[in-house]
């Protein structure tokens, strides 16, 4: 195996490219980081969405358990008005 020195200009031109390849690098990076942040803040726009919507149909949920039980009880009060009507008149 030999070990060729390599000279001032060949250094100089392995230099040139490395800096081009990492400033080519970093540029990739910070577009992609500028793409994740946001990704990101979509998501917790979404997120935000989900909760409202989340606690709209809970709410939505408790009124309609609600009005059943309420709906239930008016039926029990009529069923009993009703059956103490037909005592009355047997």
Known sequence: ?????????????????????????????????TEAMQIQKVAGDRLVSIRLLEAFANEVNAALNKLRSDVAEVN???????????????
């Open 76 to 90: 029990r009060t009529n069923q009993a008005e009703t059956q103490a009507a037909e005592e009355e008149q047997n």
């Open 1 to 33: 195996m030999t070990d060729k020195k390599r000279t001032k200009k060949e250094l100089e031109e392995e230099l040139e490219t490395a800096v081009s390849n990492n400033a080519s690098l970093v540029e990739q990076y910070n577009t992609l980081y």
